[in-house]
Structure formats: C-alpha cells, structure tokens
C-alpha cells in the first residue's frame, strides 16, 4: 500500500519561505508522476507542481517564478520550496503520486498559513 507523508508545513510571514517534504513508500515506481496540490477553505483541490519520473516540471500559473519542485534523497521524496509567499498561498497542502496505472494516491496534507 502506497503512503505518502508530509512534512514542513507551517506559520510564515507574507514574503518568506517554506519547504515542504513528502517521502512515498509502498510499491511505488520510479515512473510515477508525484506532486503537489493544494486546498483553501471553501475552495476545490488544486494542482501547485507535479515532477513526472524524467523529472519533467509543471506548475500552476499562480506558483511559477516563485515555487520550486524537486526530487531529493533519491527517487521517493519530493520537495516544494515556496518564497515570496502571499497570503492567496495559506491553504492546505498535499502531496499526491500518480502511478503508472493511472491510480491517485494522498497524503494527509500540511497546514500551511501565510499571515503577519
């Protein structure tokens, strides 16, 4: 069974930064397509950044310039790195994995709350 778990999450000030880990686990595969998606209250689930297995890059409009993805510590752990963060970014964040047969997976999600 795939798990993903989350880490990172927080309180910071508009314009500063935050990184967000997640480590999968279980069966997955190199090939998977893992990312970030994100969730405000009252809004629907969003996409912030997917990294596919060839490390192809995608990220929404609103993250571009601004939101790093990356994969570190080797195939299974992916990272966001958010700077000049705004107050629009405070929602819940989750980190998902797309395996290859198309199936979704989720983490439980980090709070993360940009305010002064």
């Known amino acids: 069974q795939v798990q993903l778990v989350e880490a990172g999450g927080g309180l910071v000030q508009p314009g500063g930064s935050l990184r967000l880990s997640c480590v999968a686990s279980?069966?997955?595969?190199?090939?998977?397509?893992m990312g970030w998606y994100r969730q405000a209250p009252g809004n629907q689930r969003e996409l912030v950044a997917t990294?596919?297995?060839?490390?192809?890059?995608n990220y929404a409009d609103s993250v571009k310039g601004r939101f790093t993805v990356s994969k570190d510590n080797g195939w299974n752990t992916i990272t966001l790195q958010m700077s000049s963060l705004k107050p629009d970014d405070t929602a819940v964040y989750y980190c998902?994995?797309?395996?290859?047969?198309?199936?979704?997976?989720w983490g439980k999600g980090t709070p993360v709350t940009v305010s002064s």
């Open positions: 990294i596919s297995g060839e490390g192809i890059l």
């Open positions: 279980g069966g997955i595969n190199i090939d998977d397509l």
């Open positions: 998902n994995l797309r395996s290859i047969n198309g199936r979704d997976y």
